[in-house]
């Protein structure tokens, strides 16, 4: 009686991951990785612009590659270069490692359109063999607000202010996919965080970082996901 066997191959999804700070967001996302929350991928590099950034040494503690370059120190080693060379020059680094994702886990630099247009699609970017290459791969970014509340930098401290003032009743969290206009980009998981009168930040930030290290992991499986499912 013949036999068959059908060899399955699984493909083990790359993603790079941003940082600029303590990185426990880039933790979740290494405790998730194969198991059934983030099944079959793997960080091959981690990217932070400060150096002192914690979440360097936990991609160390992970052995996981990591890589350092900031803004300032890269303007002032290439006289003449801009704000947009520097993006280039992340966009450089982060395509040689043919991620299939790309994620923002708490990057505290706003990135040009340069960045975007290299790395998902629209620009062809030259390799060191100098040809050139079209990529079009998935940046999404971890915000701690709701979609179209709290744009941009200290979300967390604005939203608390506003619930003190009775502006809003709750806050929450979200991943969207990253765009030019900085967290305008289409939301790829929202949660909402209750604000409770009379709590001091801290136990508000605590809960909402929570629900960070849970989304974060979720909206990558669903990108992945999503990628994968265009490429069959
Ligand atoms: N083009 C985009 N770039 C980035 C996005 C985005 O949606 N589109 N998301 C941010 C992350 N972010 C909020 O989620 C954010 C990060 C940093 C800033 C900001 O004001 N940065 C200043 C420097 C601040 C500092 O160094 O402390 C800056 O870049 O000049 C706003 C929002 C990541 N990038
Ligand atoms: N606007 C971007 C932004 O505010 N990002 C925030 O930075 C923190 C990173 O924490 P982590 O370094 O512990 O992952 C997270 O709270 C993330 O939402």
Known sequence: MSSTTSATTTTTRRIVVLISGSGSNLQALIDALNTPALPDAQIILVLSNRKAAYGLQRAAQANIPTAYLALQPYLKNNPGKTREDYDAEVAKIVV???????????????????????????????????????????????????????????????????????????????????VKDVDRGEPVIVREVPIEKGEPIESFEERLHKVEHEIIVQAAAKVLEEVKSVQR
């Open 96 to 178: 040689k490692e043919k991620p299939d994702l790309v994620v923002l886990a708490g990057w505290m630099h706003i990135m040009s359109e340069k960045f975007l247009e290299l790395v998902d699609g629209r620009k062809g970017l030259k390799g060191d063999d100098g040809v050139e290459v079209t990529h079009n791969i998935p940046v999404i970014n971890l915000h701690p607000a709701l979609p179209g509340a709290f744009d941009g930098a200290h979300a967390i401290e604005r939203a608390y202010e506003a619930f003190q003032k009775g502006e809003i009743a709750h806050s929450g969290a979200m991943v969207h996919r990253v």
